[in-house]
């Protein structure tokens, strides 16, 4: 069963850093997976938040993380982190990381677009 479980989340002070971990089992990270992480505020919408391509790995940053988050894969380790700098209150969510087959080496931003998620990880920042 292909599965996708995330870590690290926590509450952090404004300025504050945090580091999500997303292990996949079930299915390999390799060069047909698009991966992404995602976010949802307490009354919003799911908010895509970084997209990597299938092939190259190359990473797309919504403007409102872009400069701060950074986002890595350990493939052998079948892992994908999100380091997250300089935290804001407006960076409070719940974090999920995705998934889904791709042979296009393109990016999907959209929630829909995507097939394997994990329950996701609680992101508290206070000011």
């Known amino acids: 069963e292909e599965q996708l479980v995330e870590s690290g989340g926590g509450s952090v002070q404004a300025g504050g850093s945090l580091r999500l971990t997303c292990a996949a089992s079930g299915f390999r990270f390799d060069d047909d997976y698009t991966r992404a992480w995602f976010r949802q505020a307490p009354g919003k919408e799911r908010e895509g938040i970084v997209f990597l391509r299938s092939h190259d790995g190359k990473p797309s940053y919504a403007d409102s993380v872009k400069g701060r988050f950074t986002v890595s894969s350990d493939n052998a380790k079948n892992t994908m982190y999100l380091q997250m700098n300089s935290l804001e209150p407006e960076d409070t969510a719940v974090y999920f990381c995705?998934?889904?087959?791709?042979?296009?080496?393109?990016?999907?931003?959209?929630?829909?677009?995507?097939?394997?998620w994990g329950q996701g990880t609680q992101v508290t920042v206070s000011s």
């Open positions: 995705a998934a889904r087959i791709d042979f296009s080496n393109r990016y999907f931003t959209q929630e829909y677009d995507y097939d394997y």
